[in-house]
């Protein structure tokens, strides 16, 4: 966890980056919310809106006397918002920091793509 985002939002997060790469599939439950609390050392309170968030969105549904599980669409649903984030407000601030910088876009296009090809060669 950071200081950058609210603690419940950093869960969010967690809990769909882990529904995008393939960790929990549709109709598979997720850890309980008393499971989070101790892995990330937070109060349950903080669990419990995580994942009511999660529901409020369609990202996950309780089975009754079960526990929360992987609503279908969710991964689809997940991915077209974060790409919609990236692409429409990661890419214009770092373009306007690349800007007060100074860096020419060629520049910062070479730098992409050397990082690419780091990222490939995991």
Do not use: H, W
């Not at 997940?78 to 407000?89: A, G």
């Amino acid at each position: 966890m950071n200081d950058s985002l609210p603690v419940f939002q950093q869960i969010i997060e967690t809990i769909e980056s882990d529904i995008i790469t393939g960790v929990y599939q549709t109709d598979e439950l997720i850890i309980s919310t008393t499971q989070i609390s101790k892995v990330y050392a937070v109060n349950p309170t903080t669990a419990v809106k995580a994942v009511s968030k999660l529901t409020d969105a369609g990202i996950l549904y309780k089975k009754r006397g079960i526990g929360m599980c992987v609503a279908e669409g969710a991964r689809e649903q997940i991915t077209k918002r974060r790409r919609e984030v990236f692409l429409n407000q990661t890419i214009g601030r770092l373009l306007a920091e690349a800007k007060t910088l100074g860096i020419p876009t060629d520049e910062l296009i070479g730098v992409i793509k050397s990082k690419e090809g780091e990222t490939n060669d995991d």
